[in-house]
């Protein structure tokens, strides 16, 4: 069984930066792909990120487009995302997700999830 910690959360000012990563440990498997999902207070969990395991294959949901960039180091299995140009809606909690399954990992059914690190974006 595949466990991921997601880290590099906190509190930032708009327009700033922050750089999450996701270590993933366990039982993993040859290939896997990554995600990051998050969710805000009162809200449904949402697709922000995926990356297949060569790295290029990625989506990114509209609203992060330009903005963010996910990436991954396979030799360390780490995954990233970097977020640039926050904003009040970027606040919430990030998951990082894998899945052998590329489509799983967009579609939001990944086997695996992190604990979730919390965003809080401030004027």
């Known amino acids: 069984q595949m466990q991921l910690v997601e880290s590099g959360g906190g509190l930032v000012q708009a327009g700033g930066s922050l750089r999450l990563s996701c270590e993933v440990t366990g039982r993993i498997r040859t290939t896997y792909a990554m995600g990051w999902f998050r969710q805000a207070p009162g809200k449904d969990r949402e697709f922000v990120a995926s990356i297949n395991w060569m790295s290029d294959i990625t989506s990114y949901a509209d609203s992060v487009k330009g903005r963010f960039t996910i990436s991954r180091d396979n030799v360390k299995n780490l995954g990233y995302l970097q977020m640039n140009n926050l904003n009040i809606g970027d606040t919430a909690t990030y998951y990082c997700?894998?899945?052998?399954?590329?489509?799983?990992?967009?579609?939001?059914?990944?086997?695996?999830w992190g604990q979730g690190t919390q965003v809080t974006v401030s004027t």
């Open positions: 997700a894998a899945d052998d399954r590329y489509s799983a990992v967009e579609d939001g059914r990944s086997r695996h």
